[in-house]
């Protein structure tokens, strides 16, 4: 009898996982300096995923797989308990790409576009060079049919609210010297950065990598599976994730700020590659791969303290 198929739908259908991982995770940044408002931050951000599969029923078979690997990423690098910028920016994107999710085939996102134009320009007011996710956002909104020119302006006036708000306050406290320091950053927008990652950010964000092209590969060759509407949610996640990780090999200095983002993403994309992939080898896998996450976090914290 051949239990390869046994293994990994017990794997993924497993209670326990996801409750041991959590458990894992809280010990791990409770060990670690962190700042409490990240800390919710990512407490939100794992409702979120679970609430984003749910409702667009991106897996088969009902699994916590995603919430998983999300919780054992967040401990692959501890110094981002304490980056505020960066949690709010993969929460922010996570909430785009849900509202033009659930915009798919709308006759008129009008709307929808243009609170995500208003989500962008507060991403852009924390960083200046997260306003490039806005071309993201346009073509996933193109894939969907949520976009025409009605909402393109739309979502471009949504991205210059926020910014107009927020000079209207400094004229008012008389700095607008702010203004100016947020406008230079753009000088050097699309100038890439010297790579400067240590041999354990290069682990993880190969890891990651790896683990995102196998996934994609895999739904290339059998996206005729799944539902249309599934199949163009997990190829636009997917193309987002791919997005991400190009992002930060030529942005090195943003490390912090897109890396708990691509945690999110990717944890979506693998978790639905892990679903539907059938055999034992496919389960020693992602067992293997747990444990090395656990074991590559559990040395991060150990290297802090």
């Known amino acids: 009898m051949n239990r390869g198929p046994q293994l990994i739908e017990k794997i993924v259908k497993s209670r326990v996982l996801f409750p041991m991982a959590l458990i894992f995770s809280i010990s791990a940044w409770a060990l670690t300096p962190y700042n409490w408002i990240v800390?919710?931050?990512y407490s939100i951000?794992?409702?979120?995923l679970w609430n984003f599969e749910r409702h667009f029923s991106l897996f088969r078979t009902k699994s916590q797989l995603h919430l998983t690997f999300f919780v054992l990423f967040s401990t692959l690098t501890p110094t981002l308990h304490t980056n505020i910028a960066g949690s709010i920016i993969m929460l922010l994107v996570g909430i785009s790409l849900y509202i033009l999710y659930d915009s798919y085939q709308q006759?008129?996102?009008?709307?929808?576009l243009h609170f995500i134009g208003i989500i962008a320009g507060i991403g852009a007011l924390i960083?200046?060079?997260?306003?490039l996710f806005i071309f993201l956002i346009w073509f996933i909104a193109y894939q969907v049919q949520a976009i025409h020119f009605k909402g393109f302006v739309s979502s471009l006036l949504g991205i210059?609210?926020?910014?107009?708000?927020?000079?209207a306050y400094l004229v008012v406290n008389n700095d607008i010297a702010q203004f100016y320091e947020f406008i230079g950053q753009y000088k050097y927008l699309y100038i890439p950065q010297i790579l400067t990652y240590q041999w354990m950010n290069w682990t993880v964000?190969?890891?990651?990598?790896?683990?995102v092209i196998i996934a994609?590969?895999?739904i290339l060759k059998n996206s005729h599976y799944d539902k249309i509407r599934t199949s163009t949610y997990i190829n636009l996640t997917s193309i987002t994730s791919l997005f991400l990780i190009i992002y930060i090999f030529i942005f090195s200095d943003r490390w912090t700020i897109t890396i708990p983002l691509l945690y999110g993403i990717s944890s979506l994309l693998v978790g639905h590659y892990f679903t539907k992939k059938k055999g034992r080898f496919i389960g020693i896998s992602l067992v293997l791969i747990i444990l090395l996450i656990a074991v590559m976090g559990t040395y991060k914290i150990i290297e802090l303290k």
């Open 127 to 131: 960083d200046a060079k997260t306003t």
């Open 45 to 48: 951000m794992t409702v979120f």
């Open 216 to 218: 994609t590969v895999s």
């Open 160 to 167: 210059v609210l926020p910014i107009i708000l927020w000079i």
């Open 107 to 112: 006759r008129d996102a009008v709307l929808a």
């Open 39 to 41: 800390a919710l931050i």
């Open 205 to 211: 964000l190969g890891s990651i990598t790896f683990l």
